[in-house]
């Protein structure tokens, strides 16, 4: 079967990947956009934290208006999974769900995939905010609340000293052993009036009118008003790995000024890339890829 061939191919289609859409169709450029159908952004109920809409935006109309505004400029949309990327002499070949596609550049923007705690229905808490992941997206909205952390080490400390920043009735609730979170982290979170339970979690209460409380063992039930995980992600970097990509010592790729990795025309943006883990760094990262893609290709 002789590969369709394209100018570019973005997988993934979050804010990264649609914008980089964006960009390429108005480039003129013929690309191919790869929806696996979870991004992550689908996630969130409502963020106040983009630029733009001062009453909120969903994060499935936000990607609605993206994939619109990339498709009114000729960009291509499909769903499908890519299974393997491979470096050719004149660009990169891929399998999408069997069929070969070759382009002289590719942008990754695979996104992450969050580290859940053990809780009941995690996907349908996030969404209906009864569990938080991102405090930098939305702390504000937690303004003077009780507030857990459900997290370990020196991460899951960071967090709880970051939410400081708007709540004073704050609890770490550290779920791996006590080691695991170093003497200095214990006293900047003493000093900060964090309190830390290290027992673990029996029982769990979502209810949405009503605190959301957990019980603990030896620890009785505690209620909050917001909780959040802060136990990291896992970027999806399988595919560049596989193609020989470099990466960090906390598993995201290596990029340029330029968003390219270090594989000359695979670029990556997004949070597979920075730790931010926030829309409008993703869409920025993506609009700078997209524009050296287009130049990589005119030979600039």
């Not at 983009?50 to 505004?69: E, K, N, S």
Request: with cysteine; proline share 6%.
């Amino acid at each position: 079967m002789n590969p369709e061939r394209l100018d570019a191919i973005v997988v993934g289609a979050g804010p990264a990947g649609l914008t980089a859409a964006l960009y390429l169709g108005r480039f003129r450029r013929r690309v191919l956009v790869v929806d696996g159908g979870d991004s992550r952004a689908a996630w969130i109920p409502i963020t106040h934290n983009h630029p733009g809409f001062p009453d909120g935006v969903a994060g499935t109309a936000l990607l609605a208006l993206q994939r619109d505004h990339a498709l009114r400029y000729g960009a291509v949309i499909q769903q499908g999974a890519v299974e393997g990327l491979t470096v050719v002499d004149d660009g990169f070949e891929l399998a999408l769900d069997g069929r070969p596609l070759r382009a002289p550049t590719v942008l990754l923007a695979c996104g992450v995939e969050d580290n859940a705690p053990d809780l009941p229905q995690v996907d349908e808490s996030v969404r209906r905010t009864l569990l938080r992941i991102c405090p930098i997206c939305d702390g504000f909205e937690v303004t003077g609340q009780r507030v857990g952390v459900i997290g370990h080490g020196a991460l899951g400390a960071r967090e709880a000293l970051f939410l400081r920043t708007y709540a004073d009735r704050l609890t770490l609730i550290h779920i791996a052993a006590p080691e695991a979170l170093p003497a200095e982290e214990r006293a900047l979170l003493a000093q900060a009036g964090v309190a830390v339970i290290e027992a673990p979690i029996e029982d769990v209460e979502l209810q949405p009118d009503r605190p959301r409380a957990l019980c603990f063992s030896g620890a009785g039930r505690v209620e909050f008003d917001a909780l959040y995980s802060a136990l990291g992600v896992t970027p999806r970097t399988g595919l560049a790995l596989a193609a020989g990509a470099r990466h960090d010592d906390q598993g995201r790729l290596v990029v340029d000024d330029h968003q390219q990795t270090s594989i000359p025309g695979l670029y990556a943006a997004g949070d597979m890339v920075r730790g931010l883990n926030q829309i409008t760094t993703a869409q920025g990262e993506a609009a700078i890829a997209a524009t050296a893609m287009h130049n990589r290709l005119k030979g600039g």
